[in-house]
């Protein structure tokens, strides 16, 4: 696995890997290539994000919890 990004967010808590800015992943003989890249931990999974296209929703911040205390 060998991977390039501007910058690299670890999510462990939603099994995701991030890679914003000019990322490029080659995973075996799968590569990509994309402004943003949303990837699995084990990187069984990984998918290009286009500009015009939302993150992935395990891409997005958790909604602030909002419950009553």
Not at 28 to 41: F, I, N, Q, V
Request: charged share 25%; aromatic share 2%; proline share 7%.
């Amino acid at each position: 696995i060998r991977g390039r990004a501007d910058a690299i967010e670890v999510r462990p808590a939603i099994n995701e890997i991030l890679l914003k800015g000019a990322a490029s992943l080659s995973v075996g003989r799968r590569k990509y290539a994309s402004e943003t890249l949303s990837c699995t931990l084990d990187f069984s999974r990984c998918v290009t994000v286009d500009a015009d296209q939302p993150l992935p929703a395990s891409a997005l911040e958790p909604a602030a919890d909002t419950s009553p205390r």
